[in-house]
């Protein structure tokens, strides 16, 4: 098992290390003079000496490796440049805004993660019976609604007619709830068909007939024998949608007017401000990174045959 993690985070470090070469190489293909942009937010009369100036701060004049090797430097210590539109350290800009991205994306798995569980639980409690069909038909209705438009309606319902829950804002927990479901509502709904099928494929095997036959209850069946052998399908699907739910955060950040990772991602690309794009896609590529390492680990231990395969 320790071999595996070690293989793991070996491969984790090597992505990291392409994604780090695919971001350097994004702003470096960048159309336009880096040190002009900058030179001129700093003196809108910028001369020929003022942007030689910030070549040699930024080391722009110096060879292309030697660059990469100076902003990957400067990226292990949280120095990931300076912002074309404000001339503020990016890195500074990143940390402040990542709890709000953190809320977002925890708030959203947690909605995820008890939705898909609570329908697909009901749908095979009661399967090929009436509740069954109402949760596939609410699970399928949203995995087809986006998630802008979800929020769309939760903000008429809940804070323009009932007067519940605050329209915008990062001001605590009440303000938190409607991003949650937004964010959470569409991986929920694909959540809960991996569940129900799951179940359904649980519930034919024969281990879950012996357990019939000793007089166990169906939802005592459910909880001890049919969830642990999802556990592995449903962990890697989880993952992949907490994965989907950062790039939600791109769309329903700017709903709620939240100053996240997903809001200055945006503004970065409107303002064509590629450090800003550069930092944002190393943190969301990072992110997966992780995900995808801890996803691997979670499902090798929750598996007793890969466990032991991989031993």
């Known amino acids: 098992m320790l071999v595996f993690i070690a293989k793991r985070a070996r491969n984790a470090v090597l992505l990291l290390f392409l994604a780090s070469v695919l971001c350097f190489t994004l702003v470096v293909s960048a159309p336009g003079n880096v040190a ?64 709000v991205t953190a809320t977002l994306v925890a708030g959203g798995a947690v909605v995820a993660f008890v939705l898909s569980l609570l329908v697909g639980f009901i749908g095979a409690l009661w399967a090929h019976r009436m509740p069954d069909y109402i949760m596939r038909g609410i699970a399928l209705l949203g995995a087809s609604t986006p998630s802008f438009f979800v929020g769309a309606l939760l903000v008429y319902a809940f804070s323009v007619n009932w007067h519940l829950l605050p329209t915008f804002g990062f001001s605590g927990p009440a303000s938190w709830v409607l991003p949650w479901l937004t964010l959470g509502f569409l991986p929920a709904a694909v959540l809960s068909r991996v569940v129900r099928v799951g179940f359904e494929d649980a519930m034919a095997k024969p281990y879950v007939l012996t357990a019939r036959s000793k007089g166990l209850s169906q939802t005592r069946i459910l909880f001890r024998d049919a969830l642990p052998n999802i556990a592995p399908t449903y962990l890697n699907a989880l993952g992949t949608q907490i994965g989907t739910m950062v790039v939600g955060a791109v769309v329903v950040e700017p709903l709620f007017a939240w100053q996240g990772l997903g809001d200055l991602f945006l503004a970065g690309v409107r303002f064509r401000d590629f450090m800003v794009v550069q930092a944002c896609l190393l943190v969301f590529i990072t992110f997966f990174v992780i995900l995808n390492v801890v996803v691997d680990i979670g499902i090798t231990l929750t598996d007793p045959r890969l466990r032991r395969q991989r031993s």
């Open 36 to 99: 002009i942009l900058i030179a001129e937010l700093r003196t809108p009369t910028a001369t020929k000496e003022d942007i030689a100036k910030v070549e040699e701060e930024l080391g722009l004049n110096k060879p292309l490796l030697e660059r990469y090797g100076f902003w990957l430097q400067g990226a292990l210590k949280g120095n990931l440049g300076i912002s074309y539109k404000t001339g503020e350290d990016v890195g500074a800009a990143l940390r402040s805004r990542l709890s």
